[in-house]
């Protein structure tokens, strides 16, 4: 979770400075997401279930890497559309100004980070089959960091965010629905990656057979 919403991050600054664009998002902002926004998900996590069958799994070797077994993959894959979907957002926001693309760039980030904690519960299971309301400490941590966002958003707090006036519910609007999508595809390549694993079991189940 913490892996995959930092290398979003990165990427969109990367690439805004490659492409000479103007920062994608202030110190305060980076420092808002990280400490306050990411802390309570994160922890929610820590209270998920264990998978079914997990008794089942032979034990994992001694030397192997936190990475092994699709982690690394899954990772790059949710930092990679949670980037794309940032930078899509700035992108946007720049055709009216540079100050309202990193107002949308700060949303899209902070909602698709916020929003993965979801498909974060499992490397294997989709959110449709772990059922939204299962683990109701991470429903509600995401519900609060909404609610944390939805403060910087207010007349007497968007100046130190630096979120403009303009920033509206069209913009807004614009900005969550590029967030909803990364995790849309998200959980799409998720569905395909276990399929085609579970695909791949029977065919050696059979072979043995």
Not at 2 to 29: C, D, E, R
Request: net charge positive; hydrophobic share 55%; charged share 10%.
């Amino acid at each position: 979770y913490l892996f995959s919403g930092n290398l979003g991050a990165i990427i969109t600054i990367v690439f805004a400075l490659v492409m000479n664009w103007a920062s994608p998002f202030t110190a305060l902002q980076l420092l808002f997401i990280n400490l306050v926004n990411d802390s309570v998900p994160a922890i929610a996590l820590g209270m998920e279930k264990a998978e079914p069958n997990v008794m089942n799994k032979k034990p994992r070797p001694s030397d192997e890497g936190i990475f092994e077994g699709g982690l690394m993959a899954s990772v790059a894959v949710r930092g990679t559309l949670i980037g794309i979907a940032a930078i899509i957002s700035q992108y946007i926001g720049m055709q009216v100004s540079d100050e309202l693309g990193v107002a949308m760039a700060f949303t899209t980030l902070i909602l698709a980070r916020s929003l993965q904690t979801f498909t974060a519960r499992s490397n294997s299971q989709t959110i449709l089959s772990l059922g939204l309301f299962s683990n109701k400490y991470v429903l509600g941590a995401v519900v609060f960091c909404l609610g944390l966002y939805s403060l910087t958003t207010l007349p007497f707090t968007r100046e130190f965010f630096s979120i403009p006036a303009n920033f509206d519910m069209h913009y807004w609007l614009l900005a969550a629905g590029l967030a909803l999508a990364a995790l849309l595809m998200m959980e799409i390549i998720k569905a395909l990656r276990v399929f085609i694993s579970q695909k791949k079991a029977k065919v050696s189940v059979n072979k043995l057979g």
